[in-house]
């Protein structure tokens, strides 16, 4: 690529496990993809990610930003962001622009995992695991190392499996007594395995998919998607093909970017973003509780040195109307404004 290239988007998807940042063009194409460690720290990983992307790319090139992921507004105050949305809607934007057509979206990260049904590019029904650690990427990894596999040779294990042994996958407790038990049958590593795989499949479809029609195309992203057993798994529970786009692992900044550069368009070309300097800013980040009404509502403040940035987190606008009008990130007002009962 021409490092020299304008008219690009980035954006930037904070989770308890990854921070994505990625870059597409003005035609929606990724041009740079960055998967990151969260690790407890997102908005130190936030800035590490622009200061990484900051060696290659200048300000100018970047005319929109877009934010997804749990710690979405943390990461457009730092950035200064175009537009903010849930992961529903970035996972869905994403899925239909890579994959057009798309009918049914398949997301399992490191801690929670989604399913999301699409019809002419709208979300018409989803569902969301954050409860049950079976239905994750984190047990498979739990149970990589207790196997002391590399997690990347799980699925080409589990395609090797003859007779894969059935677990119950309903509890990641129980699914770990069960895949000792059978290991202590004598039951070959790869049966066991592959067994595993299908147990997630049915713990997802069960939690997730119960009541609802599930149509191809059918796409696999997140971070799981890499793992070919738990592809061949879901093409065995589904009986239809799986398809997993070359950017599964970044899909919810991929969709954060196309939103942006959307947002920005209808603005006439304006964006908030502030440029990568901001990575090298002291910012910090505090919470506290409101105890001013019933509502105790968990109040997020942002700071920069000295200075209070932004608030969120409010439902009367106490803690937020009280900043200057021109210090709060406009794309997070309309956030809360939306997402506010």
Same mark, same amino acid.
């Given at each position: 690529?021409?490092?020299?290239?304008?008219?690009?988007?980035l954006?930037?998807?904070?989770?308890?496990?990854s921070?994505?940042l990625?870059?597409?063009d003005?035609?929606?194409?990724?041009?740079?993809?960055?998967?990151?460690?969260t690790?407890?720290?997102?908005l130190?990983?936030?800035?590490?990610?622009?200061?990484?992307?900051?060696? &290659?790319?200048?300000?100018?090139?970047?005319?929109?930003?877009?934010?997804?992921?749990?710690?979405?507004?943390?990461?457009?105050?730092?950035?200064?962001?175009?537009?903010?949305?849930?992961?529903i /809607?970035?996972?869905?934007?994403?899925?239909?622009?890579?994959?057009?057509g798309?009918?049914?979206i398949?997301e =399992?990260?490191g801690q929670? &995992?989604?399913?999301?049904?699409?019809?002419?590019?709208?979300?018409?029904?989803?569902?969301?695991? /954050?409860?049950?650690?079976?239905?994750?990427?984190?047990? !498979?990894?739990?149970q990589?190392?207790?196997?002391? =596999?590399?997690?990347?040779?799980f699925?080409q294990?589990?395609?090797?499996?003859?007779?894969?042994?059935r677990?119950?996958?309903?509890? &990641?407790?129980f699914?770990?007594?069960?895949?000792?038990?059978?290991?202590?049958?004598?039951? &070959?590593?790869?049966?066991?395995?592959?067994?595993?795989?299908?147990?997630?499949?049915?713990n997802?479809?069960?939690? !997730?998919?119960?009541?609802?029609?599930?149509?191809?195309?059918?796409?696999f992203?997140?971070?799981?998607?890499?793992?070919?057993?738990?592809?061949?798994?879901?093409?065995?529970?589904?009986g239809?093909?799986?398809e997993?786009?070359?950017?599964?692992?970044?899909m919810?900044?991929?969709?954060?970017?196309?939103?942006?550069?959307?947002?920005?368009?209808?603005?006439?070309g304006v964006?908030?973003?502030?440029?990568?300097?901001v990575a090298?800013?002291?910012?910090?980040?505090?919470?506290?509780?409101?105890?001013?009404?019933p509502?105790?509502?968990?109040?997020?403040?942002?700071?920069?040195?000295?200075?209070?940035?932004?608030?969120?987190?409010?439902?009367?606008g106490?803690? /937020?109307?009280?900043?200057?009008s021109?210090?709060?990130?406009?794309? =997070?007002?309309?956030?809360?404004?939306?997402?506010?009962?």
């Amino acid at each position: 690529m021409d490092k020299a290239q304008e008219g690009l988007y980035l954006g930037v998807d904070v989770g308890s496990v990854s921070t994505n940042l990625v870059l597409i063009d003005g035609e929606g194409q990724v041009q740079e993809a960055l998967y990151l460690r969260t690790q407890g720290r997102p908005l130190e990983t936030v800035l590490r990610g622009l200061q990484s992307l900051a060696r &290659s790319y200048s300000n100018e090139q970047i005319n929109g930003v877009g934010t997804t992921g749990s710690a979405r507004s943390l990461a457009a105050v730092v950035v200064g962001a175009d537009v903010i949305k849930n992961e529903i /809607t970035a996972h869905a934007v994403a899925a239909s622009n890579l994959v057009p057509g798309v009918r049914t979206i398949l997301e =399992i990260g490191g801690q929670d &995992s989604k399913l999301i049904l699409v019809k002419d590019g709208i979300v018409t029904d989803f569902s969301m695991n /954050t409860v049950c650690a079976a239905g994750t990427g984190s047990f !498979l990894d739990q149970q990589a190392s207790r196997l002391q =596999i590399p997690i990347e040779e799980f699925g080409q294990l589990a395609v090797k499996a003859s007779h894969p042994v059935r677990i119950a996958g309903r509890c &990641s407790v129980f699914a770990e007594s069960d895949m000792i038990h059978k290991q202590q049958m004598g039951h &070959s590593l790869e049966d066991i395995i592959s067994g595993l795989c299908e147990a997630l499949v049915r713990n997802f479809l069960n939690n !997730l998919g119960k009541g609802k029609k599930i149509d191809s195309p059918i796409v696999f992203q997140g971070g799981v998607a890499a793992n070919i057993g738990m592809c061949q798994a879901f093409e065995k529970a589904l009986g239809h093909p799986v398809e997993v786009p070359q950017h599964h692992k970044v899909m919810g900044a991929v969709g954060a970017a196309i939103l942006a550069s959307e947002a920005v368009a209808q603005r006439g070309g304006v964006s908030n973003f502030k440029g990568f300097t901001v990575a090298e800013q002291p910012f910090g980040a505090r919470s506290f509780e409101c105890a001013d009404c019933p509502n105790l509502c968990e109040i997020i403040e942002l700071q920069e040195a000295e200075r209070v940035l932004s608030r969120w987190g409010d439902r009367c606008g106490k803690w /937020t109307n009280a900043l200057p009008s021109e210090v709060n990130n406009p794309a =997070i007002t309309a956030e809360m404004e939306a997402t506010t009962p």
